[in-house]
């Protein structure tokens, strides 16, 4: 089985770190230590840049010195006068400590805090430690309080931390914090803020069970979700909310992709509220693209014309609104708890997911792609220029196909991956503008009876697109058969 992450980290607000000590699940008394860790870097952050990390932990009794690459491998040893690299044992990254170490090694920043440790004891006989970590993060001037409970379970195949993450969630209303402690302190040491963020390259890997496979992905999507809810928090970059939609998109994906390995009751406990979370995201979205990429075009060619600039006010008023209606709703929280559940189900709670009763993850991957390859052929086949719903439902196979590519990328030939989603990017492309012109107008159509100063704006901004989505209803229908022809190069 592949391996759950090694930790869940919830942030504490101050407000809530009484009743998180007085939790029933914390019944031992807390084991109290003082904390100072120490990250070094070169002044251009060579390690940085290569995805090392070298840090100094004062654990009181001794000087730990660690070295990790990514999220691998992890090299510890006793730290004395000098560095010592000699405990890590790759030539490679053994020589790049040592040529960062005569550039001149410096602490980039440090964290200092009071840990207050508990074992606890989870019904079956696991263990899970929980840390909870108060104090702060510098780096020159610049401060940052830490208030956060680490969790991991004992045994590293174990996911006993995920239950007891779950269950604070379901209590106190805890949240995830998904930027390591190593992540924030860089960005704090580079004076960095933080930008939304986009999948990443899939975890799959061709030693994976599909059970694992799953596993793996889907803690991807809670993660970028998780990131951009972060960020968003602070920011009105409208790309947060793009990206936090993508994520949930790509979940969706997944668990249909997977559907054939899953229990039925997985599309009846967790896809309506993933589907409720989205509508929710969606509003704010719709209107992003709509002002910012419409309305807006079509209004600074016309700076000095009343109607539009009605128009451009009033769109400006809606997107506010929906995006404060975005804002209410993950305020609330039950999505955490959702996303939450999901994870304990995948990890722990899924029946008969084991490596001896699930399909080698090859063979399975390539009836999965043949399946929504067939869909989107079937699509294609119907389109037609007059038939806008007809063109929505191919868009919608060719991106399901298409993140279901993605997730099983490591399994096949990065050329011929790359061949296939090449061929399919200048039609989704043109398929997500058809999308969003023959959307928009019967959005804005309907704010305009509400609010008739509006109407002549509409009125110019349809007309303005008006050649240019006939010009897609036309060519759209001719370019999609051929994607049907495509070689199924997973097949073999």
């Known amino acids: 089985m592949d391996s759950p992450e090694r930790y869940v980290t919830l942030a504490v607000p101050e407000n809530l770190v009484r009743k998180l000590t007085r939790h029933a699940l914390f019944t031992p008394p807390a084991r109290r230590s003082r904390s100072r860790i120490a990250w070094f870097d070169t002044d251009r952050f060579d390690l940085c840049e290569r995805n090392i990390s070298l840090c100094l932990i004062d654990a009181g009794t001794a000087r730990i010195q660690r070295v990790a690459r990514g999220t691998e491998d992890e090299y510890l040893a006793a730290y004395g006068p000098d560095f010592d690299f000699s405990s890590v044992p790759e030539d490679d990254l053994r020589r790049r400590l040592r040529r960062a170490?005569?550039?001149?090694?410096?602490?980039?920043?440090?964290?200092?805090?009071?840990?207050?440790s508990w074992q606890l004891d989870i019904e079956g006989g696991k263990a899970v430690l929980a840390q909870l970590a108060r104090g702060e993060m510098r780096s020159g001037e610049r401060v940052l309080r830490i208030s956060e409970l680490r969790l991991s379970?004992?045994?590293?195949?174990?996911?006993?931390?995920y239950r007891v993450a779950r269950d604070l969630i379901a209590d106190l209303r805890l949240r995830v914090e998904p930027a390591a402690l190593e992540v924030r302190g860089l960005r704090l040491a580079r004076n960095q803020t933080p930008q939304p963020v986009k999948s990443s390259p899939s975890p799959v890997s061709p030693k994976h069970s599909s059970a694992d496979a799953l596993r793996a992905i889907a803690r991807a999507c809670v993660a970028q979700f998780q990131f951009n809810e972060a960020g968003a928090s602070g920011s009105n970059d409208p790309e947060y909310v793009h990206q936090m939609r993508v994520s949930m998109r790509r979940l969706r994906s997944a668990l249909r992709a997977f559907a054939p390995v899953l229990p039925a009751e997985v599309q009846t406990r967790f896809v309506p509220g993933l589907r409720?979370?989205?509508?929710?995201?969606?509003?704010?979205?719709?209107?992003?693209?709509?002002?910012?990429?419409?309305?807006?075009?079509?209004?600074?060619?016309?700076?000095?014309?009343?109607?539009?600039?009605?128009?451009?006010?009033?769109?400006?008023?809606?997107?506010?609104?929906?995006?404060?209606?975005?804002?209410?709703?993950?305020?609330?929280?039950?999505?955490?708890?959702?996303?939450?559940?999901?994870?304990?189900?995948?990890?722990?709670?899924?029946?008969?997911?084991?490596?001896?009763?699930?399909?080698?993850?090859g063979q399975f991957a390539a009836r999965r792609l043949d399946a929504l390859h067939r869909k989107v052929a079937k699509a294609a086949k119907r389109v037609s220029a007059d038939d806008i719903p007809a063109l929505h439902r191919l868009r919608i196979a060719i991106k399901r196909l298409r993140y279901t590519l993605e997730?099983?990328?490591?399994?096949?030939?990065?050329?011929?991956?790359?061949?296939?989603?090449?061929?399919?990017?200048?039609?989704?492309?043109?398929?997500?503008?058809?999308?969003?012109?023959?959307?928009?107008?019967?959005?804005?159509?309907?704010?305009?009876?509400?609010?008739?100063?509006?109407?002549?704006?509409?009125?110019?901004?349809?007309?303005?697109?008006?050649?240019?989505?006939?010009?897609?209803?036309?060519?759209?229908?001719?370019?999609?058969?051929?994607?049907?022809?495509?070689?199924?190069?997973?097949?073999?």
Not at 305 to 319: E, G, S
Not at 331 to 348: I, K, M, R, W
Request: proline letters at 6%; a negative charge.
């Open 407 to 492: 997730f099983f990328a490591p399994l096949f030939s990065r050329k011929a991956v790359r061949a296939y989603l090449g061929r399919m990017e200048k039609l989704q492309e043109d398929l997500g503008l058809l999308n969003d012109l023959a959307n928009a107008y019967p959005r804005l159509a309907d704010c305009a009876v509400r609010n008739p100063a509006m109407a002549e704006g509409v009125a110019f901004a349809h007309g303005w697109y008006a050649t240019r989505l006939a010009e897609l209803l036309q060519r759209i229908p001719g370019e999609v058969r051929p994607l049907a022809k495509q070689k199924r190069f997973w097949m073999g």
């Open 101 to 116: 170490a005569r550039r001149g090694l410096a602490p980039v920043f440090e964290t200092q805090a009071i840990v207050s």
């Open 276 to 361: 409720t979370l989205a509508a929710a995201l969606g509003a704010a979205r719709d209107w992003d693209v709509t002002l910012e990429e419409l309305i807006l075009p079509v209004a600074q060619t016309q700076p000095e014309d009343a109607r539009l600039a009605t128009l451009v006010a009033a769109a400006t008023q809606l997107r506010e609104e929906a995006r404060a209606q975005c804002a209410a709703a993950l305020a609330v929280g039950s999505h955490h708890l959702l996303l939450a559940e999901l994870l304990v189900y995948l990890h722990c709670d899924w029946p008969a997911a084991t490596v001896e009763e699930q399909p080698l993850l």
């Open 153 to 161: 379970s004992e045994d590293p195949q174990d996911c006993s931390h």
